[in-house]
């Protein structure tokens, strides 16, 4: 997902830059809208990036922290980008490990491979990105009814 905000991020007309610090692993992240009411005021989500986006013009920023500002948006209520990952299931964040092991370095913010291991997965993050994914499609359905489609 992150790589995928950035791409439309910049599609959009912001910037993709090098963030001053890697974030790697479990870290928290604050909700910064009252745009999405189901969204926790904190979570604990999975980071894999060093790079970062300004926020695109028209955008409203959702997330943030003190690694990275801009932790996800939403634009014109049809388009999320998210800088972290509530995707992740042990699997893919083992397989993320085993294949991009040399990412992973003693910066302030990269969690080692046990602690990112040993970690809970927080449910609330599948319940919330489901949600996101629902608020999508009801956009596209309303899109569609009110154009006669």
Not at 92 to 97: D, N, Q, T, V
Request: charged fraction near 25%; include cysteine; glycine fraction near 6%.
């Amino acid at each position: 997902m992150c790589l995928g905000a950035q791409q439309i991020a910049k599609a959009l007309g912001a910037t993709v830059f090098q963030g001053e610090q890697k974030e790697v692993g479990w870290h928290p992240i604050q909700t910064v809208s009252t745009h999405f009411s189901f969204i926790p005021d904190e979570m604990t989500v999975f980071h894999w990036h060093g790079e970062q986006f300004s926020l695109p013009d028209g955008a409203i920023r959702l997330f943030g922290n003190e690694i990275c500002e801009n932790q996800g948006f939403v634009y014109h209520d049809h388009i999320i980008g998210l800088q972290f990952h509530f995707e992740t299931t042990r699997e893919s964040m083992e397989k993320l490990i085993l294949h991009d092991r040399d990412y992973l370095d003693d910066s302030l913010y990269v969690q080692s491979e046990q602690a990112m291991k040993t970690a809970n997965f927080p449910l609330e993050n599948k319940e919330v990105l489901y949600q996101l994914l629902d608020h999508l499609v009801d956009a596209v359905r309303e899109d569609r009814k009110t154009s006669g489609l």
